[in-house]
């Protein structure tokens, strides 16, 4: 039993790059949200989906996309980083349950 | 705009004292509200759930909500410096909204 884990831990992206951040939960939740969290800013929604095939935007979905693959899976895709975007990302499994986090960094 | 305002603190209080956190909301349809621990470089732990007007008490941890005045409260007695850390305030209601947090050290 897992819980949420995101891959990657780490990662440093260059101006204009793309990348996905995953996320999986092996709790059977219908719920997962995506965070991200700058120094003194608390966390910040970016996407969330109530279940299996929906997806909502939350209060900073700009310069992102989400997929849910599947009841497990909830990917998060930046199309063309930018500096803006260098932060700490927390993918959670209902209201309940964060990952470990990834930090990436957009040069 | 959905605000959750919470005092950055830091809020330092003697080991085995009360510490008190405070968290205002301006959205007044909002539903549910959540008390998360997070330590330094670590992701956030959810400690109390809240829903209806009134204390809700957990071991050493009391949430307090007051939704005519828009004010919830986190009381923490018997603190102890593993308590030390930054505690977050959530509101949700279609979304979550977190406040900045409050920064607490617990000293022996």
């Known amino acids: 039993n897992a819980g949420v884990t995101q891959t990657p831990k780490f990662q440093v992206l260059k101006t204009g790059q793309s990348m996905t951040l995953q996320c999986a939960q092996d709790m059977n939740h219908n719920s997962m949200y995506w965070y991200r969290q700058d120094p003194g800013m608390g966390l910040r929604l970016i996407y969330y989906s109530a279940s299996e095939g929906t997806t909502d935007k939350g209060e900073v979905p700009n310069g992102y996309n989400v997929s849910r693959l599947n009841k497990r899976e909830f990917s998060l895709r930046l199309e063309s980083a930018a500096p803006s975007q260098t932060s700490v990302y927390f993918c959670?499994?209902?209201?309940?349950?964060f990952g470990p986090g990834t930090r990436l960094t957009v040069l | 705009q959905k605000e959750v305002e919470q005092n950055s603190g830091p809020l330092s209080v003697p080991e085995g004292a009360i510490a008190s956190l405070n968290c205002t909301y301006s959205?007044?349809?909002?539903?549910?509200f959540f008390w998360y621990r997070q330590y330094s470089g670590k992701s956030p732990e959810l400690i109390m759930s809240i829903y209806s007007n009134g204390d809700k008490e957990d071991g050493r941890f009391t949430a307090q909500l007051n939704k005519a005045s828009q004010y919830v409260s986190l009381l923490i007695r018997d603190s102890q410096p593993s308590d030390s850390a930054t505690y977050l305030c959530a509101v949700y209601n279609n979304d979550m909204r977190f406040g900045a947090g409050t920064r607490l050290t617990v000293k022996p």
């Open positions: 959670a499994s209902s209201e309940r349950f």
């Open positions: 959205d007044r349809g909002s539903q549910s």
